[in-house]
């Protein structure tokens, strides 16, 4: 089983940037896909960006591509989500995820495992 922990969120004006974390306990980390998905109030769970287990690969929704990175460090059981050029449309609730067995790059929610509690990232105008 993992826990995950995210960190990092907050407010920040358009423009700005904000770099998200998300700690896993236990020593099979690697052997996770972890994706970034994202939640506005009255709105369904999207996916944001997800890394394939060694962090050779990356996929990210077309709403966020060329603004975010997802990266993950398997020696500190850490992936980061840096959102640069945030726009007022970027504010949710920030979730990351662990998913061991979907293949290359899992974008459904329902192929997920293992959630956080989420982080609330709030974008002024």
């Known amino acids: 089983q993992v826990q995950l922990v995210e960190s990092g969120g907050g407010l920040v004006q358009a423009g700005g940037s904000l770099r998200l974390s998300c700690a896993a306990s236990?020593?099979?980390?690697?052997?996770?896909?972890m994706g970034w998905f994202r939640q506005a109030p009255g709105k369904e769970r999207e996916f944001v960006a997800t890394?394939?287990?060694?962090?050779?690969?990356?996929y990210y929704a077309d709403s966020v591509k060329g603004r975010f990175t997802i990266s993950r460090d398997n020696a500190k059981n850490t992936v980061y989500l840096q959102m640069n050029s945030l726009k007022p449309e970027d504010t949710a609730v920030y979730y990351c995820?662990?998913?061991?067995?979907?293949?290359?790059?899992?974008?459904?929610?329902?192929?997920?495992?293992?959630w956080g509690q989420g982080t609330q990232v709030t974008v002024s105008s």
């Open positions: 890394i394939t287990r060694s962090g050779g690969s990356t």
């Open positions: 995820a662990a998913d061991k067995y979907s293949g290359l790059h899992p974008r459904s929610r329902y192929e997920y495992d293992y």
């Open positions: 236990g020593r099979t980390f690697s052997s996770y896909a």
